[in-house]
Structure formats: structure tokens, C-alpha cells
């Protein structure tokens, strides 16, 4: 009976010796307080009393974030938002879990440090457009330094950009003042378009009725002429068909002018200077006419207002006798 218990007990304390490791994971051995060995995912056997798991090590990708204050090229001051995911290397879990007692503040340090290096060199508009640049810079020289601890920097990410409210508002004025001076650029180059265009359309205008003007002169003058060749076909001399020309442009001019509804001429006699000479005797003569009316009609008036003032005296005297 003893000797069953104490093989019983000898088989409990050779399984208890019996572990497993879950996956993306990994174990520490020591062996009286020293470095053994590391056990990955799957079943493993320690010397019970002997071995002991010093740390279950996390072998997942973990991430970092990291907000600092820094100040760009031009002296403008911008809240940084980094985040940074890194993980243990499989080849060097001891290192990692004996070398660094804190990894994330040891690597939150690293990343603080290389981006108050990068930012300063920039300008504020750099560090918006270059930022996957700096961060890239950010990575490697995080990554270099965190290797030697037996972790990998897996991406390195800059989230945000902040720069204070007052540098926000400058930004925004000097984005519209730029689109405003864009939009008036823009309209100028319209009005000179536009006014290039009226201009040359004039121009074509001027032109096509100077040629109108020319081409109906033209047919005009070949009008006459086929008159007066028509005329002196006839057997008329020159002087006639002259007279004759001129009395019917002279006739064709007043039958224009007598069709206009808005005609505001006074057709004179066209036998100058003689016509003037008469259309001036007959104006003073119709002056002098309605002159001598006037003091004709003046002294009948004269006459008929004596004869009632007499026939008013007569009818008082014959009142008061």
C-alpha cells in the first residue's frame, strides 16, 4: 500500500513536468534561476521542481501610441500623433524579456527623441506633405535601436498633425486670399477675352459694311452709267441725259424723304442762289401782309370802341335832363 502511494505521487510530479504553450506565444524556461531554454506553441516537458516558466512572452504584433509637442522649421508649434507597431523576434525572445524591463517606455522614448530630431528640419507645409517620409525615417532609426533589444518595429505612423487654432485661421486666410487672387486672374483673362472678341466682331462688322456701302455705291454708279449709255443710244447729247439723270435722282431723293415717317426736312427750291433770293421776298412780304392786317384790325377796333364810349356819354346827358 505505501509503495502504491508513493508511485502515485512519482507519476503526478513527472506529469505535473507537462506544459503547453498556446499559440503566438512563447515561454521562458529557467533552471534554478538561469536562462534554459524558449518554448514556442505546442506540448513541452520541464524537470518539475527544477524548471520553472519565467514569462509567458506575447508574440502578437502590439502598438504604441505617442502624442508630443514640437516645433517646425518656421517656428510654429504642432501637437504629433505617431503610432508605431512592433514585436518580439522569434530569435530573440531572451533578449527582449533580460534586456528591457519596460519595452513600451524604453520604445515610447526612441520614438519621442527621433521625431523632435525630424520635425524641426521641416516647414510647416513639409511636415503635412512629407510626413509618410518622416515616418519612415522615424521607423528605421527607432528600429535600429530597438533590434539590438530583440524587438522588430514593424510600421511606424504619423495620425495627426495639429498645429493651434491661430495658425489654423492663418492657413485658411492665406488658402482663400490665394483662390481669391486665382479667381481674379482668372476673370481678368475673361474680360480681355471678351473684349478682344467684341472688338474683333466691330472690326468684321466695319469691314463688311464698308464693303456693303462700297458694292451698293459701285452698282449705283453702274446704274447711271447703263442709263446714260441707254440714253445716248437714243440719240440724245449729253446735256440732256445729264438733266435727266439728275432730275430723276432729284425725284427718287424726295420720294425717299416723303416716305420716312420721321422726316424732318424742309425741301428748298434748288435754283440757288436766285431761290433763296425768292424764298426770302416771299417771307418778308408775307411779314409785311400780316403786319398791315394787324393795324388795319387795330384801328377798326379803335373805331368801334370810340362810337360806344360817345353812345354811352349820349344816354347819361339824356339820363340827367
Known amino acids: 500500500m505505501p509503495l502504491l502511494i508513493i508511485v502515485l505521487l512519482l507519476i503526478i510530479i513527472v506529469l505535473s513536468g507537462l506544459y503547453v504553450v498556446p499559440q503566438q506565444q512563447a515561454d521562458i524556461i529557467e533552471r534554478f534561476g538561469k536562462f534554459r531554454t524558449v518554448t514556442f506553441a505546442g506540448i513541452h516537458y520541464r524537470v ?15 502598438q504604441l501610441d505617442v502624442k508630443l509637442e514640437t516645433k517646425t522649421l518656421d517656428n510654429v508649434f504642432v501637437q504629433i500623433v505617431a503610432s508605431t507597431q512592433f514585436r518580439v523576434n522569434p530569435k530573440n525572445v531572451a533578449t527582449a524579456y533580460y534586456e528591457l524591463s519596460d519595452p513600451k517606455q524604453q520604445l515610447r522614448a526612441y520614438l519621442e527623441d527621433a521625431l523632435r530630431s525630424a520635425i524641426p528640419n521641416l516647414s510647416l507645409d513639409d511636415t503635412f506633405a512629407k510626413k509618410d517620409d518622416v515616418a519612415s525615417d522615424v521607423q528605421k532609426t527607432v528600429g535600429d535601436e530597438m ?16 498645429p493651434s487654432q491661430v495658425v489654423k485661421a492663418s492657413m485658411d486666410s492665406i488658402n482663400a486670399a490665394q483662390r481669391e487672387k486665382e479667381a481674379t486672374k482668372q476673370r481678368a483673362e475673361a474680360q480681355r477675352i471678351q473684349i478682344e472678341t467684341q472688338a474683333s466682331a466691330e472690326a468684321e462688322k466695319t469691314r463688311l459694311q464698308g464693303e456693303g456701302q462700297a458694292n451698293y455705291r459701285r452698282e449705283i454708279a453702274n446704274g447711271i452709267v447703263d442709263q446714260i ?6 440719240g440724245m447729247n449729253i446735256d440732256a441725259v ?4 439728275m432730275f430723276n435722282q432729284y425725284l427718287d431723293m424726295t420720294r425717299t424723304l416723303a416716305e420716312s415717317n ?8 434748288s435754283s440757288t442762289p436766285g431761290g433763296f433770293s425768292n424764298l426770302y421776298g416771299q417771307i418778308v412780304s408775307a411779314l409785311q401782309t400780316q403786319s398791315v392786317s394787324q393795324d388795319s384790325a387795330s384801328s377798326s377796333s379803335s373805331a368801334v370802341l370810340s362810337s360806344v364810349a360817345q353812345g354811352t356819354n349820349s344816354a347819361s346827358q339824356s339820363g340827367n335832363k
Not at 229 to 234: G, I, P
Not at 242 to 245: A, G, K, Q, R, S
Open 48 to 62: 518539475p521542481f527544477v524548471d520553472r516558466i519565467a514569462q509567458k512572452t506575447n508574440m502578437r504584433v502590439s
Open 262 to 269: 420721321t422726316t424732318k426736312t424742309l425741301i428748298l427750291p
Open 229 to 234: 449709255k441707254s440714253l445716248k443710244a437714243v
Open 242 to 245: 445729264n438733266n435727266i439723270v
Open 147 to 162: 533590434r539590438q533589444f530583440g524587438f522588430d518595429v514593424v510600421k511606424t505612423l504619423i495620425t495627426s498633425i495639429d
